[in-house]
């Protein structure tokens, strides 16, 4: 069994492509020699993508895609697949995150939140690891959460779709070993992003990252460093595992 990792020229999806984490890694990629199929619901945001990504020459594939749409998903990486001829590396980063409390919540926020970041994690890595096993090569890359492991209030909805990710990347790590797929996930701590602010000011976040034994909080081009190496050959023998990228924020009560 042959089980590798990116190599310049490979395409590689990213969802949520259009700011804050997905931004930077597709542009973390784009250094590295991507070529780049960048997905989002924000056609603005994802033009922005594409320019940072092609000042670095890489080529850009860009679809309007919600990931909480299953059939939308199965068109797109049709699409995608027949365009860019082969597609080694799926990075399902999009993403939500609505406050509310268990005691307010509606049907609805829960199907919500559950449909883009666990159903649009499933079913991405569905559309693509297919194409992926038929090739014999390909890595995947969840993005989970700290709150998947330590909970949070006003977000049981958010904490509970990260850890059914952590779940699933090992699931799937587990059924596409033989075909030669490896799928790991990050789980970052908090990181400057729009994310966060929706409910602490740029000081509150900066103030609790003095807290944290590496004395900041993260950037987004932290989390697409790790994300980089996860598809890279260097973790060629890694499969099924969440890996905390925080700063050591998690050893702190
Ligand atoms: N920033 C943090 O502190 C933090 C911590 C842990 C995990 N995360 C996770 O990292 C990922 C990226 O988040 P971020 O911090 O960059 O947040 P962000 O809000 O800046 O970016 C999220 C992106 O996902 C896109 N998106 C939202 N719904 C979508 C949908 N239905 N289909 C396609 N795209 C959609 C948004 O348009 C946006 O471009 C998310 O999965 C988030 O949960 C973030």
Redesign the pocket.
């Known amino acids: 069994m042959s089980v590798s990792g990116f190599q310049t020229g490979d395409s590689v999806v990213v969802?949520?492509?259009?700011?804050?984490?997905?931004?930077a890694v597709a542009v973390a990629l784009s250094q590295r020699g991507a070529r780049l199929v960048l997905?989002?619901?924000?056609a603005e945001?994802l033009a922005e993508t594409e320019a940072l990504c092609a000042a670095n020459g890489a080529s850009c594939f860009v679809q309007q895609?919600?990931?909480?749409d299953p059939a939308r998903i199965a068109s797109a990486a049709a699409e995608a697949i027949a365009r860019q001829g082969s597609i080694f590396g799926l990075v399902n980063?999009?993403?939500?995150?609505p406050r509310v409390a268990i005691r307010d919540v509606t049907p609805d926020v829960w199907r919500q939140v559950l449909g883009?970041?666990l159903m649009?994690t499933v079913f991405c890595s569905q559309a693509f690891g297919a194409h992926m096993a038929d090739q014999g090569r390909g890595a995947v890359v969840n993005?989970?959460?700290?709150?998947a492991l330590q909970g949070t209030p006003r977000g049981a909805h958010?904490a509970a779709s990260?850890a059914g990710i952590v779940s699933f990347t090992k699931s799937f790590a587990l059924e596409y070993a033989d075909a030669g797929l490896r799928c790991n996930a990050v789980?970052?701590?908090?990181?400057?992003?729009?994310?966060?602010l929706a409910d602490s000011t740029l000081e509150e976040l900066h103030s609790r990252g003095k807290r944290i034994p590496l004395g900041r909080i993260?950037q987004?081009e932290d989390?697409a460093k790790v994300v980089c190496f996860l598809l890279s050959e260097d973790a060629a023998y890694m499969t099924g595992q969440s890996v905390p990228v925080n700063g050591g924020a998690i050893m702190v009560p």
Request: proline share 7%; hydrophobic share 35%.
């Open positions: 969802t949520g492509a259009a700011q804050g984490i997905g931004r997905w989002d619901i924000s945001g895609v919600d990931v909480g980063n999009a993403g939500i995150f883009v970041n649009g993005m989970a959460s700290g709150r958010y990260k789980i970052p701590g908090v990181t400057e992003t729009a994310q966060p993260g987004p989390i």
